[in-house]
T-cell receptor, first 113, second 113 residues
Framework: AQSVTQLDSQVPVFEEAPVELRCNYS??????LFWYVQYPNQGLQLLLK??????LVKGINGFEAEFNKSQTSFHLRKPSVHISDTAEYFC???????????FGTGTRLKVLA | DAGVIQSPRHEVTEMGQEVTLRCKPI?????LFWYRQTMMRGLELLIY????????DSGMPEDRFSAKMPNASFSTLKIQPSEPRDSAVYFC???????????FGQGTRLTVV
């Protein structure tokens, strides 16, 4: 069985400061990892994904994430956040042989002026 | 393509009534997922289909919930009878192939009073 843990339910950060949103997963099979963003009253949209290859993945809006197999983590980072990055961020895992996406509980990023 | 289309966007119903939520996936996508989102439980996978066939419905909360996919371009999630604890935002998502980006609809906000 797969699971995803997002340790921080809320992360406040000042504009132009760096941010890291944490995600840990567990799986008994090879995993595929995703970060999605949800703006208020909207569906989720993909920020970035790790399927294979380089462990550092770059996504849209200046976000990046690093797959760390030994620590079973896939943390999301941005070196300088903007007010417009205020949203909820979800980490998701899908596994080889099982194609259902399991989402974490989400981290609400609030960027302060 | 217009993306994943869900209807209605909002639904308010009385306890005990039947509710039907609708989803039109992206044309050509072969996987369809139904999720429920609440503050308490986050995004829960209810059921997913592959080529119109239900593959895993282990997330369906109870017998009051049922989902169908009569063809590649349409799926329904039905709750009968509805209860106040079913109030949530229900999302439909579709993918092409396995472990690829999931495209989400805008969601249906269901309120059962």
């Amino acid at each position: 069985a797969q699971s995803v843990t997002q340790l921080d339910s809320q992360v406040p950060v000042f504009e132009e400061a760096p941010v890291e949103l944490r995600c840990n997963y567990s799986s008994s099979v090879s995993v595929y990892l995703f970060w999605y963003v949800q703006y208020p009253n909207q569906g989720l949209q993909l920020l970035l994904k790790y399927l294979s290859g380089s462990t550092l993945v770059k996504g849209i809006n200046g976000f990046e994430a690093e797959f760390n197999k030994s620590q079973t983590s896939f943390h999301l980072r941005k070196p300088s956040v903007h007010i417009s990055d205020t949203a909820e961020y979800f980490c998701a895992v899908s596994g080889s042989g099982t194609y259902k996406y399991i989402f974490g509980t989400g981290t609400r990023l609030k960027v302060l002026a | 393509d217009a993306g994943v289309i869900q209807s209605p966007r909002h639904e308010v119903t009385e306890m005990g009534q039947e509710v039907t939520l609708r989803c039109k996936p992206i044309s050509g996508h072969d996987y369809l997922f139904w999720y429920r989102q609440t503050m308490m439980r986050g995004l829960e996978l209810l059921i997913y289909f592959n080529n119109n066939v239900p593959i895993d419905d282990s997330g369906m909360p109870e017998d009051r919930f049922s989902a169908k996919m009569p063809n590649a371009s349409f799926s329904t999630l039905k709750i009968q009878p509805s209860e106040p604890r079913d109030s949530a935002v229900y999302f439909c998502a579709s993918t092409y192939g396995q472990n690829t980006e999931a495209f989400f609809g805008q969601g249906t906000r269901l309120t059962v009073v």
